[in-house]
């Protein structure tokens, strides 16, 4: 209570004689962290889905985010307009296939963050990775019945030669002009 009587005839005596008076101290303890550019965001983005292609668990994808200091709805508005620029327009349509390759492994990728991830960016992350899906779908593979089909091959030379059929027939067994040391044959 002294303290606070003394405070207040303090701060009188400052304004009668014209003393300036001290600043207060900034509320709590936040600083305050300036937005990521478009850039930064698509960087720290491709690190989570990285990450997720390498195996990252929940755990792993919030402690990044903590991390870096990325909240989930700054980084949800950013996908959002990150997916309206790579999907926009009837250039996608007529893609080259290794871009349309690269889109593939982007929707997969997020399509596994989307199973991570719960809450906004989760969702919104698997809406655009099925999104890609539909519009260009993955090759189907075909069902071998279960019975995994293996490819036998011998690589002659440094491998990178083609092999015409007479390599085809020493490997059965009729002649040997490569030099390679057959003694493997079953």
Do not use: C
Request: hydrophobic share 40%; aromatic share 8%.
């Amino acid at each position: 209570m002294l303290n606070k009587i003394w405070q207040f005839l303090k701060q009188l005596f400052q304004r009668l004689f014209g003393a300036p008076a001290q600043p207060s101290p900034p509320q709590g303890n936040n600083p305050i962290h300036p937005t990521l550019s478009d850039a930064e965001y698509e960087s720290k983005f491709m690190e989570i889905l990285e990450g997720v292609n390498a195996g990252w668990s929940r755990g792993d994808v919030a402690g990044f985010l903590i991390a870096k200091r990325l909240k989930d709805g700054e980084l949800t508005s950013w996908l959002r307009r990150f997916s309206a620029r790579l999907l926009e327009g009837d250039n996608l349509e007529n893609a080259a296939a290794d871009k349309v390759a690269s889109l593939q492994e982007l929707a997969q990728r997020l399509v596994l963050l989307s199973r991570l991830r719960s809450g906004e960016l989760g969702d919104v992350a698997g809406e655009i990775g099925q999104e890609i899906l539909t519009r260009f779908p993955l090759p189907e593979v075909e069902n071998d019945g279960g019975t995994g089909m293996v490819i036998e091959a011998v690589f002659v030379g440094d491998g990178l030669g083609v092999s015409g059929e007479g390599n085809h027939s020493e490997f059965e067994g009729e002649g040997d002009e490569s030099g390679v040391d057959r003694d493997f044959k079953k």
